[in-house]
């Protein structure tokens, strides 16, 4: 059976309680918010195309740099100076890079004839020597042309340098030609032809378009698809000067970004091209700045090899091809409505906010007037009311009491037993509010008491038989009414409590008393309402009548079941109920916490 029982609740369905609050303010409120929600969902939706699916492009690249540049070498012959020119082609000044990438060379030095052998090293800080103890034999230093022979061998006229094995004559320290030797090369141009492939969507393009002018050269305006540029347009879109770049170097990077959309009713795929200096322009010139390499070109001179070693100066291209492509997907498009949602539930925590922080900006629409600013609206106070329910940890010290002379109620957590609870002074909670529609309901007849002769008719809420006087009671008794308790020592002070704060009359003495707790034919309508088919015997009869009376004041008084629960009689109140409704035995139990 138990089971069963599990198996029954899992087939169960819980929904959320709902407070509707029938309020132009607030309802205006919660449409703006909604149409502001919507308006970006919306726009967010049509223009980031968030109802595709999207793949990451896949790309290939290869480039043709064409160009022809003359240049003017000066070299020395028999003492004498002469300039020699030179015609360099694509051959002379790219080179293949690995990747996406080209080289263009710029700017170059030239150690020519050189062969193994011994010779000095270049004078700097580093190699110059006074003696062969200045130079060690086999050591080799990265920065260094050769390895060292332990000697200290002349260089020029009085210098001194460390001999090394090396390719001889050893390269020169010097700085790049100015201006650059190729300054010429910002009117070359290159072709890229770019590729790509979405796997995912079957579709394949191309930057090179069908109807392409062979002649054109790329614009951003005039020509924003020309895959041709001329190297000079390219830095002067990013703001440099190519003369200035080319006398030492630099990296530039050619994105090109394809943003294509492939459905059928708006298709777009096209290239869009920019540029970005990718090398540190600012760096100072120490830290070796902008671009360069060196290579050798082989020869044999009288059957000895020998070479010309060549310091490059150039500008490396990087192509970086990114970009999506993005088609109509059913599942995206549900799995984005679903995931915006949510945001229109901010209208709720907006308005909740408002409420529940009491704002003072609505007063004009205030049932009752609002005394300063800095109090509660009336209205969002009320609807405070009904939307929040505060509770508080059912615990054993928690006791919760009501004096007939006070218009709340107090609670008491009372953690160390021992004090009066007619003593403790508590926390103030406010009563409940009385709902008049559960009077219909409830199972008595009242009838106006019978006129007092020689009093006006008006309402009096404590009269009756007369009781003894205060000082007739134990010594926390303010009402006279009151017994000591029956309850062991450690127990006692929870009954130690009176109807009142202060002296004055018992509400034992009411007629409403009398008539909401006293009364044996609406309590037995209680339990049978309660047990249509209880049998009310003699000897249980008693029990059940006094308990039921017990409820009764204690939902009258304090109103709220969660706080009946936890409340504590008066002494008076007990026992008059007591001797209504006596136990054979005579002995009482006293409260007892439900936790």
Not at 103 to 112: D, Q, S, Y
Request: glycine share 6%.
């Amino acid at each position: 059976m138990p089971g069963r029982c599990r198996c029954r609740d899992a087939f169960q369905y819980e929904s959320s309680k709902v407070i509707r609050i029938q309020s132009v303010h607030y309802g205006t409120l919660q449409w703006i918010c909604h149409v502001i929600v919507l308006s970006y969902v919306s726009f967010a939706l049509v223009s980031d195309k968030l109802y595709q699916r999207k793949e990451p492009v896949v790309s290939s690249v290869h480039t043709k740099v064409k160009g022809i540049a003359e240049v003017s070498e000066e070299t020395m012959e028999n003492g004498v100076k002469k300039t020699a020119w030179s015609v360099f082609d694509t051959a002379d000044y790219t080179f293949p890079l690995q990747g996406n990438s080209f080289f263009v060379m710029t700017n170059f030095l030239k150690t020519e004839g050189q062969s193994q052998g011994r010779c000095p090293e270049y004078p700097t800080r580093r190699t110059l020597c006074s003696s062969d103890k200045g130079c060690k034999k086999g050591w080799m230093d990265p920065q260094s042309r050769g390895i060292q022979t332990g000697k200290c061998v002349p260089y020029k006229g009085n210098q001194k340098t460390c001999e090394v094995s090396a390719w001889c004559p050893t390269e020169a320290v010097q700085e790049a030609p100015r201006p650059a030797l190729l300054r010429s090369a910002e009117n070359f141009t290159v072709l890229i032809k770019n590729n790509i492939d979405f796997p995912g969507h079957n579709y394949t393009a191309r930057n090179i378009l069908p109807d392409l002018n062979v002649s054109c050269t790329f614009h951003k305006t005039q020509n924003p698809e020309c895959p041709i540029f001329r190297l000079g347009d390219i830095f002067r879109e990013t703001g440099d000067n190519f003369s200035d770049v080319a006398i030492q170097g630099g990296i530039m990077g050619i994105e090109i970004y394809w943003d294509c959309n492939l459905d059928r009713w708006f298709h777009h795929c096209r290239p869009k091209y920019s540029f970005r200096r990718l090398d540190d322009k600012t760096t100072n010139e120490s830290l070796y700045p902008g671009y360069n390499f060196r290579y050798a070109k082989y020869y044999k001179e009288m059957n000895i090899e020998k070479r010309t070693l060549i310091k490059v100066f150039g500008i490396r291209f990087d192509i970086l091809v990114f970009g999506t492509g993005g088609k109509f997907d059913i599942i995206q498009l549900v799995v984005y409505i679903g995931s915006t949602l949510s945001y229109f539930g901010l209208a709720t925590v907006f308005i909740d906010f408002l409420i529940n922080t009491y704002s003072s900006g609505w007063c004009r629409s205030c049932v009752y007037p609002c005394c300063k600013c800095c109090q509660p609206c009336a209205v969002n106070e009320y609807y405070y009311r009904k939307k929040c329910e505060s509770i508080v940890e059912p615990k054993p010290t928690l006791k919760y009491v009501s004096f007939v002379d006070e218009p709340h109620i107090r609670m008491v957590d009372q953690q160390l037993l021992g004090k009066s609870l007619q003593d403790v002074k508590g926390k103030e909670v406010p009563r409940p509010p009385l709902d008049f529609t559960d009077l219909p309901k409830l199972p008595l007849s009242l009838r106006d008491p019978p006129p007092v002769p020689g009093q006006p008719e008006e309402m009096q809420p404590l009269r009756g038989e007369a009781g003894p006087s205060p000082g007739d009671g134990p010594r926390w008794c303010q009402c006279g009414n009151c017994l000591p308790s029956q309850l062991p020592e450690n127990r006692r002070c929870l009954e130690e409590l009176c109807c009142r704060k202060k002296p004055g009359a018992c509400i034992t003495s009411s007629d409403l008393f009398r008539q909401l707790v006293l009364s044996r034919q609406a309590l037995q309508f209680l339990l049978l309402y309660q047990e249509p088919l209880l049998a009310l015997d003699s000897d249980a009869t008693n029990a059940r009548l006094r308990h039921c009376a017990y409820r009764c004041y204690a939902a009258w008084r304090f109103g709220s079941q969660d706080v009946a629960d936890f409340a504590i009689l008066p002494s008076c109140c007990r026992w008059r109920i007591r001797r209504e409704f006596p136990k054979s035995q005579g002995q009482y139990s006293g409260f007892r916490s439900p936790y």
